[in-house]
């Protein structure tokens, strides 16, 4: 249940001093909103559990440096928030783009003739998701990042560690396996 202001500013403060009841108030409060936000960056609801439940291990190891104001707003926090939680997914993607290769979208997208049209359909969010989950982590997160969470090609480059043409690239060829996903599922809605 979402709290006012003077309820969450108090759940806060007692979570900088480790109170647990107030940490899984708290967890509890934003739960579901943080979990769709994982499931954005992983393939699948185990992972984006395991991701949410490392994100909240990290907000309550560094709640301290949430700094409140006497101008406290409920975004603030949650935007905070936000961020602790994207961060922790950029560096799962990290973790594991050692394991996996870079590169393996590359055949999917080879040769491929990508025609542009307007569609009537309107997807779920479920399909969006669902489609987002099957792209190659590269591509996911950039999406993510770009589409969703609205961060600049630069400041990608920079929280990724390549070259801003290579965010542009890698982000068309996202697009194009989505729309391409997307055009197939509104195919087979049709039929």
């Known amino acids: ?16 001093r480790n ?12 739960k579901n ?15 984006a559990e395991d991701m949410l439940m490392q994100g909240w291990l990290r907000v309550f190891s560094k709640i301290d440096y949430f700094e409140i104001t006497n ?10 928030l936000q961020k602790v939680i994207i961060n922790n997914a950029i560096n799962t993607y990290r973790i594991n783009k050692k394991y996996n290769t ?16 307007e569609s009537d359909y309107v997807f779920s969010e479920e399909e969006l998701i669902s489609c987002i989950q099957t792209l190659p982590n590269s ?3 950039i999406f993510n990042l770009c589409a969703i969470d609205q961060y600049s090609n630069k ?20 697009r194009q396996l ?6 197939k599922i509104e195919k087979r809605k049709n039929e």
């Open 1 to 16: 249940m979402k709290k006012n202001e003077k309820e969450l500013l108090n759940l806060i403060n007692l979570c900088k």
């Open 19 to 30: 109170d647990s009841r107030a940490q899984k108030e708290l967890f509890n409060c934003y």
């Open 33 to 47: 909103q943080m979990f769709a936000l994982c499931l954005r960056y992983s393939k699948s609801s185990s992972e």
């Open 71 to 80: 101008e406290f707003k409920i975004s603030h926090f949650e935007s905070w």
């Open 102 to 117: 870079l590169n393996d979208f590359e055949e999917v997208v080879e040769n491929k003739d990508f025609n542009l049209y």
């Open 139 to 141: 591509l996911r997160v």
């Open 155 to 174: 400041d990608i480059s920079e929280i990724l560690n390549m070259s801003q043409n290579s965010v542009k690239s890698n982000l068309y060829k996202a």
């Open 178 to 183: 989505l729309k391409e996903k997307l055009e």
